[in-house]
């Protein structure tokens, strides 16, 4: 996708960003496994004009997350957060998880000819995670986002013509086996009673 003036690439911060400017058509991956249909929904929304390359659409999920490193990658200042009074439950298994505040964020999916943009309220959390946030079902239905898992693409109206934003399978595969070894590292970190 073609940035717009004034937007900073916050993946650099958090991958190198993704392989950009590579005439690789999307069905030579070869990667290991290659199913359709079992990777993750990896989008590169702009949140306050920076773009986020590693943003998973979690359909089952009804909150919209933000991590702690994100924000400060993205140098917003605390004194926009809101306080938040109400746990959560289902991020890290079988314990709860305290938000450390809430914000709102407009975000956009764009392309070069069209753009979308709303405003998102976000939970903030301050453990690790191997993406810069997790959109939930409240941006599927704030967007009226319609996810194709098959080919990892994400179908929206647009104010020119239907929005079509998405992922290559090979980021997709990436961004999968990084949650997975981020999730094999913490598992292992704890102590079995």
């Given at each position: 996708?073609?940035?717009?003036?004034?937007?900073?690439?916050?993946?650099?911060?958090?991958?190198?960003?993704?392989?950009?400017?590579?005439?690789?058509?999307?069905?030579?991956?070869?990667?290991?496994s290659?199913?359709?249909?079992?990777?993750?929904?990896?989008?590169?929304?702009?949140?306050?004009?920076?773009?986020?390359?590693?943003?998973l659409?979690?359909?089952?999920?009804?909150?919209?997350?933000?991590?702690?490193?994100?924000?400060d990658?993205?140098?917003?200042?605390?004194?926009?957060?809101?306080?938040?009074?109400?746990?959560?439950?289902?991020?890290?298994?079988?314990?709860?998880?305290?938000?450390?505040?809430?914000?709102?964020?407009?975000?956009?999916?764009?392309?070069?000819?069209?753009?979308?943009?709303?405003v998102?309220?976000?939970?903030?959390v301050?453990?690790?995670?191997?993406?810069?946030?997790?959109?939930?079902?409240?941006?599927?239905?704030?967007?009226?986002a319609?996810?194709?898992?098959?080919?990892?693409?994400?179908?929206?109206?647009?104010?020119?013509?239907?929005?079509?934003?998405?992922?290559?399978?090979?980021?997709?595969?990436?961004?999968?086996?990084?949650?997975?070894?981020?999730?094999?590292?913490?598992?292992?970190?704890?102590?079995?009673?």
């Amino acid at each position: 996708m073609n940035h717009t003036s004034g937007e900073e690439a916050v993946g650099a911060v958090f991958s190198g960003g993704r392989d950009k400017g590579k005439a690789k058509r999307e069905d030579e991956y070869k990667g290991p496994s290659m199913q359709r249909g079992c990777y993750p929904l990896i989008i590169d929304p702009i949140f306050l004009k920076k773009r986020l390359t590693k943003v998973l659409m979690d359909g089952g999920s009804s909150l919209n997350i933000l991590y702690d490193d994100t924000l400060d990658a993205m140098r917003i200042p605390r004194s926009e957060l809101h306080p938040v009074s109400s746990p959560f439950h289902g991020t890290i298994s079988a314990m709860q998880a305290n938000p450390l505040e809430k914000i709102n964020l407009p975000v956009m999916f764009s392309d070069q000819a069209n753009f979308r943009l709303e405003v998102l309220t976000f939970k903030m959390v301050d453990f690790l995670g191997s993406y810069h946030a997790i959109l939930g079902r409240p941006c599927y239905a704030k967007f009226m986002a319609i996810p194709n898992y098959t080919y990892l693409k994400l179908k929206m109206s647009g104010p020119n013509d239907v929005l079509i934003v998405g992922s290559t399978f090979s980021h997709a595969y990436t961004c999968d086996r990084e949650h997975y070894e981020l999730a094999t590292t913490i598992i292992n970190s704890v102590e079995l009673p």
